[in-house]
């Protein structure tokens, strides 16, 4: 029965608006610049639910091509991509990494519910995840940081029980 419960929790994905009960525990700011992991003084407790905030966005090459935490932009279409366009095998090109590992950090269209694959214009993702009893690292993910400039600003949330029951989509860090 708990299992059956844990593997709702993680997949499902809830529609609902995340509340703004949540208290920044710690605030980062992820370079683009090269790839050392940022990671948090902060120690997850083991168990316990974390709401994680992304804002921003970088550039990551030259000619306006800029990226926030999931979407990147393409000025010769105008248009904004989930997966970066013209490049086989980078379907995480990137994307902002925890603890070395992609996830799908939920946007919103509307700044108030936020879903995966969703790109959200004011460049604002959140993310639940479950702490392990270690601090959480994030990186950005790209194959040459030549042309890289900027950074993403990470809040890390504790949670009240209304914000894991809005976003059910947890990931375990």
């Not at 949540?22 to 120690?43: G, W, Y």
């Not at 904004?80 to 939920?106: C, K, S, T």
């Not at 604002?124 to 959480?136: A, N, R, S, W």
């Amino acid at each position: 029965m708990h299992k059956k419960i844990l593997i709702y929790l993680i997949v499902m994905v809830s529609l609902a608006p995340f509340t703004a009960l949540a208290a920044p525990l710690e605030t980062l700011q992820v370079t683009s610049l090269n790839d050392t992991p940022t990671v948090s003084s902060t120690v997850l407790e083991n168990g316990k639910v974390y709401e994680v905030d992304v804002q921003g966005t970088y550039t990551f090459s030259s000619g306006d091509r800029i990226a926030d935490a999931e979407f990147s932009f393409n000025p010769d279409t105008a248009q904004w991509y989930e997966e970066l366009q013209g490049v086989p095998n980078q379907q995480f090109i990137l994307d902002l990494l925890i603890n070395g590992f992609p996830v799908d950090w939920l946007g919103s269209s509307d700044g108030n519910t936020f879903s995966p694959h969703t790109y959200s214009p004011d460049h604002h993702y959140k993310l639940m995840v479950t702490g392990q009893e270690q601090p959480i690292s994030f990186t950005i993910n790209d194959s040459s940081y030549d042309w890289n400039s900027g950074y993403l600003t990470v809040t890390i949330n504790s949670s009240s029980p209304s914000n894991a029951e809005a976003c059910k989509k947890e990931h375990s860090v």
